[in-house]
């Protein structure tokens, strides 16, 4: 006759009691550090930077990684510190104001000095900035920024310019110089612009887009 086991039975999550709450304790930490740093920026106390707080982010989960390994795997840690490498790459590209600027389509046709902004944007849709007509009486500089969309400048025949175009993905076609790909950028300057009493300088970045200049 058999003796019978009165032991009572273990099963496997009782084993590694860790495991399973080391993850969800440090992505709570995380994600607490980022709702108090976006906070802060809400209430103006200082400007949080995506290209900044990802890789404060990044490495603390990179750390949490080193000191739980001593534990076993934390397989939701590598899903989320995948993510945010992704986030990290996508912000180091990306300019820091790319999706201001609200959605849909911006029309502009400027021909006197007192009418141009140094800055236009848009989040996700279309730029047109018709500079044909532009009266400079001084230099000046302005910024342009689409996130995700298309960006159609024209510039002045009589005005000495710079461009500086860039997209972080997509293409940029400046006065016929083509590139297209992740990570592209062209760079024009007028003959005269070194020399020139009055000058516009132009930078024009789109995240996901195409930017095309023509003149």
């Not at 058999?2 to 995380?30: F, K, Q, W």
């Not at 607490?32 to 404060?56: K, S, T, Y």
């Not at 025949?157 to 297209?180: I, K, R, T, Y």
């Not at 024009?188 to 003149?215: C, F, H, K, M, W």
Request: overall charge negative; cysteine-free.
């Amino acid at each position: 006759m058999h003796a019978i086991d009165e032991r009572p039975a273990t099963s496997d999550s009782t084993l590694t009691p860790r495991n399973r709450p080391y993850g969800s304790i440090v992505l709570g930490l995380v994600l607490v550090a980022a709702g108090a740093l976006w906070l802060l920026d809400a209430l103006d106390v200082f400007e949080v930077r995506a290209a900044l707080v990802l890789p404060i982010l990044l490495g603390i989960v990179g750390l949490a990684l080193v000191v739980g390994s001593f534990d076993g795997p934390h397989s939701g840690l590598v899903v989320f510190g995948v993510f945010l490498t992704v986030a990290v790459v996508l912000a180091a590209v990306f300019p820091p104001n790319a999706f201001a600027g609200g959605i849909g389509e911006r029309n502009y046709r400027i021909t006197t000095q007192e009418e141009l902004e140094p800055a236009y944007n848009v989040g996700m849709g279309a730029i047109t900035l018709d500079l044909t007509d532009l009266s400079l009486t001084e230099s000046t500089s302005v910024d342009v920024t689409v996130g995700a969309g298309e960006m159609l400048i024209r510039l002045p025949a009589d005005v000495a310019v710079a461009v500086d175009a860039s997209a972080g993905a997509g293409d940029v076609n400046l006065l016929g110089e083509q590139a297209d790909g992740i990570s592209v950028s062209r760079v024009y300057e007028s003959p005269d612009y070194d020399t020139a009493e009055v000058t516009l300088t132009l930078d024009l970045n789109v995240a996901a887009g195409e930017i095309e200049v023509t003149r």
